[in-house]
C-alpha cells in the first residue's frame, strides 16, 4: 500500500474507461479499475458500431448489386446467419483484446483490477462487491443504455432494440420503427434489404438530420423511399402500442392514424448510465449544470469526473477517448492544484446511412451555426451528379457543402451526404483543425477518385470569395 492518491475507475472496459485507465496507469496514482461487464469490452464493439458495420457491408454488396443497371440477374440474398457468425468472430476477438489490454495494467504495481459491480456508498466511499474503497478520485465512465420511451402500451409488447437486431438471424415480414437518428438511419436499410422486412418509419420532425441543412434531409428521405422502399411518416408522434390478435403491433399516432406490423422497432437514443450512486456524494444529476462538460467535473462534487456517455454531451466514440484524456489529465491537474484541462472539440461525425453506401459526414459548423456565431459565410454546393467520378461509378445520390468564413477564407464546415463521404472525413478534419483558408487548400486533381467532389467545392469557394 502507498500514499499516493487512490483514483477508481468505474466502467473500465468501455471506450472511455480504458483511455482514461491507461493514461491514469502511467501518473503517479493508486489506481482500482472496476467493471462488471459479461463479456465486457464496451458498447461500441460489443453492440455499437464495430458490429453494425459488419452487417451493413453484406447490405451494401446486395444493395449496389440489386441497384446497379450494368450486372443482371436476381440480387444475392444475404445470409443473415453467416452475417451474424461473421459479425461475433470479429467483435469478441476485438472484445477480447480490450479485457485483455485492462487486466494487463493490473500488473502493474499499484494498479487493480475488480470484475465486480460498483457504487458510490458516501463521498469518497465506493463499494465494489462487498469491498469499501476509499477513493481520492473517481472516474465514472459508465456507458449508456437504450431509451424506452414512456410509451403507453409499450410493456404490453414485444419490441426490439439495436442490439437485438444486429444479433437476430430471423426476422418476421414486417416491422414499424420508432426513431430515425443514426441507429434508424444505419438499420433501417438492413431490415429492409438484408432481412427483407417491408417497414414504416416514425420520423417525428419534417425530416431526419435535424441539425443540417434542409436538402440533406430531403435527399435522405427520397434515397429511402425510392431505394429501400420504406414508408416514412414525418411530423407525427406516437401516442400508444397495443398488441393485436395475430401477434404483432398496433401502433397510434397523433393524427388519428395507426399503423399494424409484426415487429416493433426502437431505435430511439440512448440514456446515461448515472445509477451508480452519485447522490451519495452529493451530485444531483438532475439538475442544470451538474457536470462541466468542458472539464467533464462534477459541480457538487469536485473529485468525481464522468467522460464517455455518461456525460450525455457527445455520446460518440472517438470524443468518449479525447475526453477520457481530458479527464486523467484533469486528475493529475487536480492532485497538482492546478488548473483544469478543458475539452472543445471539431463536430465530427458520420453516419453510415443508405446501407453504407451513401454515408453522412459533418464536421465542423453548418451554415446556420456559422452566422450564428458571428460569421458571414459563403457557402459553395456540390450534388455528387456534378462529378464525373460519380457518373462512372453510378453512385447517384449525393450533396455535400462547404462552409467557408467570408472575411479571412477560413474554412468552417464540410457537410457531405454521398457515395465515400466517410473517405473525406479525415482529410477534412485535417483542414478544420488546422484553419485553412480555402485558398490554401491545394486545388490539385490526381487520377480520377471521389475526393473531386472536395476540389469542386473549394474550386467554388474561392471563385465566391473572389
Not at 482500482?32 to 447490405?59: E, F, H, N, Q, Y
Not at 450486372?71 to 452475417?83: H, I, Q, S
Not at 459533418?362 to 460569421?375: F, P
Amino acid at each position: 500500500m502507498t500514499d499516493r492518491p487512490h483514483v477508481v475507475v468505474l466502467g473500465a472496459y468501455g471506450s472511455a474507461g480504458a483511455a482514461a485507465a491507461r493514461e491514469l496507469a502511467d501518473a503517479d496514482v493508486r489506481l482500482t479499475l472496476v467493471d462488471d461487464g459479461d463479456p465486457g469490452g464496451g458498447l461500441c464493439i460489443l453492440r455499437g458500431c464495430m458490429p453494425s458495420k459488419a452487417v451493413l457491408s453484406a447490405t451494401a454488396h446486395r444493395y449496389q448489386a440489386r441497384h446497379d443497371p450494368r450486372l443482371e440477374g436476381d440480387a444475392p440474398e444475404v445470409d443473415l446467419e453467416r452475417t451474424v457468425r461473421h459479425k461475433d468472430d470479429h467483435v469478441l476477438d476485438w472484445a477480447a483484446s480490450r479485457r485483455d489490454s485492462v487486466r494487463n495494467l493490473a500488473e502493474r504495481e499499484d494498479v487493480e483490477f475488480v470484475h465486480d459491480t460498483a457504487r458510490i456508498v458516501d463521498d469518497h466511499t465506493v463499494r465494489v462487491g462487498e469491498r469499501d474503497l476509499e477513493a481520492d478520485y473517481v472516474v465514472v465512465a459508465t456507458g449508456s443504455s437504450l431509451h424506452v420511451p414512456d410509451l403507453p402500451g409499450i410493456e404490453d409488447v414485444d419490441w426490439m432494440g439495436s442490439a437485438d437486431v444486429l444479433d437476430a438471424t430471423d426476422f418476421p415480414d414486417s416491422g414499424v420503427v420508432m426513431g430515425f437518428g443514426y441507429v434508424g438511419l444505419e438499420l433501417v436499410p438492413y431490415l429492409g434489404e438484408a432481412a427483407g422486412m417491408d417497414l414504416t418509419v416514425i420520423e417525428h420532425d419534417e425530416r431526419p438530420l435535424d441539425r443540417a441543412a434542409d436538402r440533406f434531409g430531403d435527399e435522405l428521405l427520397a434515397l429511402y423511399r425510392e431505394d429501400f422502399d420504406v414508408e416514412i411518416r414525418t411530423e407525427v408522434y406516437e401516442e400508444s402500442v397495443e398488441p393485436t390478435d395475430d401477434g404483432g403491433v398496433r401502433l397510434h399516432l397523433d393524427d388519428g392514424s395507426a399503423v399494424e406490423a409484426d415487429q416493433l422497432f426502437c431505435f430511439t437514443g440512448r440514456s446515461p448510465n448515472l445509477d451508480v450512486g452519485l447522490a451519495n456524494a452529493g451530485v444531483d444529476v438532475d439538475s442544470e449544470g451538474w457536470v462541466d462538460t468542458a472539464t467533464m467535473q462534477c459541480r457538487d462534487a469536485p473529485h468525481v469526473f464522468v467522460a464517455g456517455d455518461a456525460l450525455g454531451e457527445r455520446m460518440l466514440l472517438h470524443t468518449a477517448k479525447e475526453e477520457a484524456l481530458t479527464v486523467a489529465e484533469n486528475v493529475t491537474r487536480a492532485i497538482a492544484g492546478e488548473d483544469l484541462a478543458e475539452y472543445d472539440p471539431l463536430h465530427h461525425e458520420v453516419t453510415f446511412a443508405g446501407a453504407s453506401v451513401y454515408p453522412y459526414a459533418s464536421l465542423g459548423l453548418t451554415a446556420e451555426e456559422a452566422r450564428d456565431a458571428g460569421h458571414d459565410v459563403v457557402v459553395a454546393e456540390r450534388d455528387a451528379t456534378d462529378d464525373g467520378i460519380f457518373k462512372l461509378k453510378d453512385a447517384r445520390w449525393g450533396h455535400a457543402r462547404l462552409v467557408v468564413d467570408a472575411d479571412d477564407g477560413a474554412v468552417l464546415g464540410y457537410h457531405g451526404l454521398h457515395y465515400e463521404a466517410d473517405v473525406m472525413a479525415k482529410t477534412m478534419q485535417v483542414v478544420l483543425e488546422n484553419g485553412l483558408d480555402v485558398r490554401d487548400v491545394p486545388d490539385r486533381a490526381y487520377h480520377p477518385t471521389t475526393p473531386e467532389i472536395i476540389d469542386g467545392l473549394v474550386r467554388d469557394a474561392r471563385a465566391a470569395l473572389d
